[in-house]
């Protein structure tokens, strides 16, 4: 506590700080200290340039998960593009590229993060063959593939034709 209370009045006396608040957050790692600082910036609107085409401004808020009324961090930019980048790659966009930036508004106190996302291609099934199986497991294999597969090349598999899809 004492490292606390010496580390709040350094703060105080070295910047433009009216008030210093801690906020404890208990991690695997051990104990995580924020030190929040006012004049304090909050998020505002977060922004996903790029990725809207493909996905729901709601969705991307989800996966990055800032909280209402949160404190704004810029430490905590690269950990969220990287939430952002795993999400993209499990939904096929394995070549998709972020740039994390924030925008500030002094009038307002606020920092509106800006994820600058260039998806790339999405990687498709292109060709489903199965070699060695019987010509009867062959068919009921495509089969049981056949709800995946209908949606995305609009129709029946047969056995020993080639399946290639592009949107």
């Known amino acids: 506590q004492a490292d606390v209370d010496s580390s709040i009045a350094a703060l105080k006396n070295a910047g433009n700080f009216t008030k210093v608040e801690i906020d404890a957050e208990p991690e695997t ?16 609107v977060v922004h996903f340039p790029g990725a809207t085409k493909a996905f729901s401004y709601t969705r991307l808020l989800q996966i990055i998960n800032y ?4 404190a704004y961090d810029k430490s905590e930019l690269p950990k ?20 994390a930036d924030t925008q500030l508004d002094d009038a307002h106190k606020l920092a509106n993060p800006i994820f600058r996302v260039d998806l790339g291609r999405q990687a498709r099934i292109g060709k489903i063959d199965i070699q060695g199986a019987p010509a009867e497991e062959t068919r009921r294999l495509l089969h049981s593939l056949q709800g995946l597969r209908a949606r995305l090349t609009g129709g029946l598999l047969k056995p020993g034709k080639s399946y290639n899809s592009a949107r």
Do not use: M, T, V, W
Not at 34 to 40: D, H, Q, R, T, Y
Not at 80 to 99: C, M, N, P
């Open 29 to 44: 790692e051990g104990l995580r200290i924020n030190f929040i600082l006012e004049p304090a910036y909050y998020i505002g």
């Open 67 to 70: 909280q209402d009324e949160q």
């Open 80 to 99: 969220q593009a990287a939430k952002l980048l795993d999400f993209f790659h499990s939904d096929g966009f394995f070549s998709a590229q972020i740039h």
